[in-house]
């Protein structure tokens, strides 16, 4: 099982930055292939955001936040991170962070964080 903690969530104005935090925890981190971070808006569906490869080079991200959002890893910390800046308000979502073990579908996480608040005020 890997357990997965966020934070830095909160409230910011457009054009504003947050930076999100996802501590990972558990025996069987060495399975994991990929972390990343999804959101969801009120009446929307789950969507992805960003990912990044817990092992080696590589990074993808939703085309609404190329250019703006940037996830990376500390290894040595077990943590991703998601630097959101030039936030919109349509940007406000929970953002959940997820990781996906080898040989799983990157689309369907099998673990997921609680989830943190992130709203954009115009």
């Known amino acids: 099982q890997v357990q997965l903690v966020e934070s830095g969530g909160g409230l910011v104005q457009a054009g504003g930055s947050l930076r999100l935090s996802c501590a990972a925890s558990?025996?069987?981190?060495?399975?994991?292939?990929?972390m990343g971070w999804f959101r969801q808006a009120p009446t929307k569906e789950r969507e992805f955001v960003a990912r990044?490869?817990?092992?080696?080079?590589?990074?993808y991200y939703a085309e609404s936040v190329k250019g703006r959002f940037t996830i990376s890893r500390d290894n040595a910390k077990n943590t991703v991170y998601l630097q959101m800046n030039s936030l919109k308000p349509e940007d406000t979502a929970v953002y959940y962070c997820a990781a996906v073990e080898y040989g799983s579908d990157w689309r369907r996480p099998d673990y997921w964080g609680q989830g943190t608040q992130v709203t954009v005020s115009s």
């Open positions: 558990g025996r069987t981190l060495s399975s994991i292939r990929f």
């Open positions: 990044i490869n817990w092992s080696a080079a590589g990074t």
